[in-house]
């Protein structure tokens, strides 16, 4: 039977399922609504909530790719959509919706701005994790192709040898004391090469990060002893070093207000000191209109971009995704 109450009605219902955490039950209002009128961006918005409540994150997409058609200016919409691709192993593509979604917040003066920069955020620490991934993925790759030219290498200069000679045992020897050396340079390279930031490693898997044999280590060629590299120590020294390294990030990169990591920094016209956006936004929101160290008269009007601090800080989060989590 179909329903009397009108799309916006549904809405309303859905809004209240909403609240008690009704989340199918919202989803059906919503639908219900959308059904009646297919035009209204905020029923997909609302029902793209439901999803991403219930971790349906391909159907928050789907329904956040109708909310920016229908309103190309829904902050929302370009936030759901970004959170459901960061969860989908989409960082990139989430970071851009999540900047979207962050300019249009700062146009419409949304209160909504410190949730949309802790994802950003959170998107940006997922980028540098890939890219991370990425490097040892392609080392060993690398390492693999290397190797087999090696092996190829030493099996034609054994294929090459007069077994009927009298120096043959001796050649061989040579041969096998050779595959050694370039495989104990080779790997050396490759495992330095490979090693990934210090402070990378808590977010990489062990299974990604660790050299095992038959990834890293080739068999042996058949016509040769399988041998076994002796450890680089050094370079075991510089590793245990470096997971020691302490995370630093320098104070000028701090909010001076909540000292955390700035995302966009704007710096006052009346002091010169330089603000994360969002933190003066709040400040100013509980009618604190004032510079909150110098302690002078500002408003919004009176700060402007730091965009060289913004370059350093965007940089400096590229290589050390941990930052976000300081």
Same mark, same amino acid.
């Given at each position: 039977?179909?329903?009397?109450?009108?799309?916006?009605?549904?809405?309303?219902?859905?809004?209240?399922?909403?609240?008690?955490?009704?989340?199918?039950?919202?989803?059906?209002?919503?639908?219900?609504?959308?059904?009646?009128?297919?035009?209204?961006?905020?029923?997909?918005?609302?029902?793209?909530?439901?999803?991403?409540?219930?971790?349906?994150?391909?159907?928050?997409?789907?329904?956040?790719?109708?909310?920016?058609?229908?309103?190309?200016?829904?902050?929302?919409?370009?936030?759901?959509?970004?959170?459901?691709?960061?969860?989908?192993?989409?960082?990139?593509?989430?970071?851009?919706?999540?900047?979207?979604?962050?300019?249009?917040?700062?146009?419409?003066?949304?209160?909504?701005?410190?949730?949309?920069?802790?994802?950003?955020?959170?998107?940006?620490?997922?980028?540098?994790?890939?890219?991370?991934?990425?490097?040892?993925?392609?080392?060993?790759?690398?390492?693999?192709?290397?190797?087999?030219?090696?092996?190829?290498?030493?099996?034609?200069?054994?294929?090459?040898?007069?077994?009927?000679?009298?120096?043959?045992?001796?050649?061989?020897?040579?041969?096998r004391s050779e @595959?050694? $050396?370039?495989?104990?340079?080779?790997?050396?390279?490759?495992?330095?090469?490979? !090693? +990934? /930031? %210090?402070?990378? @490693?808590? $977010?990489?898997?062990?299974?990604?990060?660790?050299?095992?044999?038959?990834?890293? !280590? +080739? /068999? %042996?060629?058949?016509?040769?002893?399988?041998?076994?590299?002796?450890?680089?120590?050094?370079?075991?020294?510089?590793?245990?070093?470096?997971?020691?390294?302490?995370?630093?990030?320098?104070?000028?990169?701090?909010?001076?207000?909540?000292?955390?990591?700035?995302?966009?920094?704007?710096?006052?016209?009346?002091?010169?000191?330089?603000?994360?956006?969002?933190?003066?936004?709040?400040?100013?929101?509980?009618?604190?209109?004032?510079?909150?160290?110098?302690?002078?008269?500002?408003?919004?009007?009176?700060?402007?971009?730091?965009?060289?601090?913004k370059e350093a800080?965007?940089?400096?989060?590229?290589?050390?995704?941990?930052?976000?989590?300081?």
């Amino acid at each position: 039977m179909a329903s009397n109450l009108t799309a916006e009605q549904h809405k309303l219902k859905g809004n209240e399922f909403f609240k008690t955490k009704a989340f199918d039950d919202a989803i059906h209002e919503y639908s219900t609504a959308i059904v009646k009128n297919p035009k209204v961006a905020v029923y997909y918005c609302n029902r793209a909530n439901c999803y991403l409540k219930l971790e349906r994150y391909n159907n928050v997409v789907s329904d956040c790719e109708r909310v920016v058609e229908l309103d190309p200016k829904s902050v929302k919409g370009y936030y759901f959509m970004g959170k459901a691709q960061l969860e989908l192993g989409q960082a990139s593509e989430a970071y851009s919706f999540l900047k979207r979604s962050y300019e249009l917040a700062l146009e419409q003066r949304s209160t909504f701005t410190k949730d949309i920069v802790m994802m950003i955020s959170e998107a940006k620490k997922q980028k540098w994790i890939e890219e991370e991934r990425r490097m040892l993925s392609q080392v060993s790759d690398t390492y693999r192709y290397l190797s087999g030219l090696v092996e190829q290498d030493i099996q034609r200069q054994i294929e090459a040898l007069d077994q009927a000679s009298d120096d043959y045992q001796e050649s061989m020897s040579d041969l096998r004391s050779e @595959r050694q $050396y370039r495989m104990r340079q080779l790997e050396t390279m490759m495992n330095r090469a490979g !090693t +990934p /930031d %210090a402070n990378a @490693r808590p $977010y990489i898997s062990l299974k990604q990060t660790q050299h095992a044999a038959g990834i890293l !280590t +080739p /068999d %042996a060629s058949p016509q040769l002893h399988k041998t076994t590299s002796k450890p680089d120590m050094e370079q075991e020294k510089r590793d245990q070093a470096g997971q020691l390294a302490p995370r630093e990030i320098p104070d000028y990169m701090l909010d001076k207000i909540t000292f955390e990591f700035m995302h966009d920094p704007v710096i006052s016209t009346k002091s010169g000191i330089t603000y994360e956006r969002n933190a003066l936004l709040e400040h100013f929101s509980y009618g604190r209109m004032f510079d909150p160290v110098a302690q002078v008269p500002i408003t919004e009007r009176d700060l402007v971009p730091n965009r060289a601090l913004k370059e350093a800080c965007d940089d400096f989060l590229s290589k050390n995704g941990w930052a976000v989590d300081y």
